[in-house]
Nanobody, 119 residues
Framework: QVQLVESGGGLVQPGGSLRLSCAAS????????MGWYRQAPGKERELVAT???????NYADSVKGRFTISRDNAKNTAYLQMNSLKPEDTATYYC?????????????WGQGTQVTVSS
């Protein structure tokens, strides 16, 4: 099993910044891609950004130029730096990782952290 623990969410005014962290723990797995997804009330969960173990990144069009995903492989931790936040960024943000071992590849999700952008 891999456990993902997110932190860093909160309430911020429009135009502000937040930095989310996702720490992965568990034995016997290697981590491939890590990513951030979000789900607003009444909407489907959507991709925000992903990063491979080699550092290749992918972003949703709605966050390009404002959000930056990064990771520290030594700490098994991914980060999401969110700048110029907008009210439409309000959602629960979930961390996801694709982990693998000799038995196969598995997907794990964190419990989510709330981000609210409001004046």
């Amino acid at each position: 099993q891999v456990q993902l623990v997110e932190s860093g969410g909160g309430l911020v005014q429009p135009g502000g910044s937040l930095r989310l962290s996702c720490a992965a723990s568990g034995r016997g797995f290697d981590l491939n891609a890590m990513g951030w997804y979000r789900q607003a009330p009444g909407k489907e969960r959507e991709l925000v950004a992903t990063i491979t173990s080699g550092g290749s990144t992918n972003y949703a069009d709605s966050v390009k130029g404002r959000f930056t995903i990064s990771r520290d492989n030594a700490k098994n931790t991914a980060y999401l730096q969110m700048n110029s936040l907008k009210p439409e960024d309000t959602a629960t943000y979930y961390c996801r990782t694709d982990a693998y071992n000799i038995y196969g590849s598995f997907v794990y999700w964190g419990q989510g952290t709330q981000v609210t952008v409001s004046s």
